[in-house]
Each structure stands twice: as C-alpha cells, then as structure tokens.
C-alpha cells in the first residue's frame, strides 16, 4: 500500500461520496413531489366527486342560471383552503362547466354539465306543460 | 542447485504477497464508490418512477373529465328537436334515415367541439329506456363508453364511464382531424 495509492482511492470514494450525495437530494425532492401530487390529486378528486354528486342530485330550473347554482354549491359544500371553484355558463350547449383547481400547484378538474345530459330542467317542463 | 531454486521461489513469493498487499485499497475503493452510485441511482429512478405514475393518474382524470363534457355534449345535441327521431336507431342505421327524419341534424350527433376539446360518435345503441353511447377525442383518441337512461328532457349521463382501446381517428375519419 502506496501513499499514491491511498491518495487516489481517497478521491475516488470522496467524489463517488459526493455524486451520491446529490442523487439522494434530487431522490428526496423528486419523492416529496410525487407525493404532494398525488395528495393533491386526491383533495381535488375528493371536492370534485362530492360538486359532481352535488350538482347530479340538484333540481335546476331552466334558462340554467350558472351564478345562483355557484351560490347554492357553495353553502352547500364549503371549498377547503387552497382550492377553488369556479361555474361558468356554456350558453352554446346550455350547460355548466365546473372548474376545480389547486391554488398552489395549478392542478385542474374541469368538465361541462349540459342540462340534457345531467337530467335537469324536469321541473320547468312539467310547468310548461 | 536446489538452494539457487529455493531462494528464487522466495523471491517470487514475496514479491507476489506484496503485490496483493498493495493492490487491495483501489480495488475497494472503486467496488464501494459502483455501490454507491448504484444505490442512489436505483432509488432516483424509483422516485422518478413515482412521480410519473402521479402525473399519469392526474391526466387519466382529466382525460375522463373531457370524455364525459364530450358525452354532455352529445347529450346536449341529442336533446335538440327532431333528434329523437334518429336516436331511437343504431348509429349504424342513420345514413338510410334521411328521408324518415328530415328534421334530425345527423352532423351535429356524428360530431362537435367543447371546450377546445373535438369529440367524435363511435357508436350509439338504444335498448328501451337506456342507451350506450361512445364517443372518442380527436386529438388523443381516447375513447370511452357510457351509459344514458331516457328522460322527458332527453338522455340523462349515467354515474361510470368505461375507457375503451385509444382509436387513431385519422384513420378512421381523415376528414374529422382535417377540420
């Protein structure tokens, strides 16, 4: 066993020491990522079945009227912090579209509530019959 | 003679002690630093691993989310006047029903847009009070089949939607991708 020898050995296992060091870093920062996006996904997906089931339950009078109906889901299922809830008319196809999003990382649920295809306006046709 | 052979093995086997003597702190050195990076490698790409199977997750919910607007749509369209005519048929059958159903606007049930998302009818089939009805997106041909139950206001989504194989719609329509 050299000096020399030691020496280069001693670089080797320091640099090996050091790239592993800051692969284990980003493995951290990588993990910590994939697991805030699935927490993420999860809060969202929670609030979206529950303004989906919500809003498949409701009887909505026709015109639809996308501001009374944001009004009326929001007493009915307060938002968690950090997520917000949007309704906005589709006067085209006469439908909602609802808009979750996750403030801090932008994550987004969006999907258009005809009134055809969510059964609502019953109530209004019987009237006018 | 034999002492000249005894003293050149000695030689030879000292100067092969020190050789292994000297040669065993590189070699460990190198085997830790491979374990090493090995290591952190394998579990960076496990993290990594990780992360896309989130990021996969969120886009199959999006995905589904633009199915059933798509599914809405068609719903929509089929709630307009004139439509209920064709809709008690196969898609399969339309074409012929031209004459039968003047009133019925065939292009509007084939295909449409919502959102910035352009979805196109696979197939429609009534069966009494319900209907099956699949739909695929143009620009990722993602397809999906849902079911829908008749009401007096037209056909109402039903909860569930079932992904079926991703269809390469310019295959199947040229015409549709072109617009």
């Given amino acids: ?129 | 003679m034999l002492n000249c052979l005894h003293v050149s093995a000695s030689r030879w086997h000292l100067s092969h002690h020190h050789r292994r003597k000297t040669g065993f702190v590189l070699p460990l050195a190198l085997g830790t630093s491979v374990v090493l990076l090995l290591g952190s490698a394998s579990m960076h790409s496990l993290a990594l691993h990780g992360r896309l199977r989130a990021r996969i997750d969120v886009q199959q919910h999006q995905r589904r989310d633009q199915l059933r607007s798509a599914a809405m749509a068609f719903a929509a369209q089929a709630a307009a006047p004139g439509q209920d005519c064709l809709l008690a048929w196969g898609a399969s059958h339309w074409d012929g029903l031209n004459r039968i159903c003047p009133k019925a606007d065939l292009k509007a049930l084939r295909a449409g847009q919502v959102g910035e998302t352009r979805w196109r009818l696979l197939d429609w089939q009534p069966n009494g009070e319900q209907a099956q009805l699949q739909v695929v997106l143009v620009s990722s041909g993602s397809a999906a089949q849902l079911l829908l139950r008749r009401r007096d206001t037209g056909f109402q989504l039903r909860q569930g939607l079932q992904i079926l194989p991703a269809v390469d719609v310019a295959k199947t329509s040229p015409d549709e991708v072109a617009l």
């Fill in chain 1, 1 to 129: 066993m050299t000096l020399a020898e030691v020496l280069v050995a001693g670089v080797i296992v320091s640099s090996s020491c050091c790239a592993s060091l800051q692969v284990w870093s980003q493995t951290v920062q990588t993990t910590q990522a994939a697991r805030d996006l699935v927490q993420t996904g999860e809060l969202l997906e929670l609030q979206w079945m529950l303004s989906r089931r919500w809003l498949a339950a409701v009887e909505v009078r026709c015109p639809v009227d996308s501001f009374a109906l944001e009004v009326d889901l929001d007493e009915a299922l307060p938002l968690e912090a950090g997520i917000s809830r949007r309704l906005v008319m589709d006067h085209s196809l006469e439908g909602v579209w609802l808009t979750l999003e996750h403030n801090a990382t932008g994550l987004l649920r969006r999907q258009l509530f005809t009134a055809a295809g969510s059964g609502w306006c019953r109530s209004s046709r019987e009237t006018e019959s």
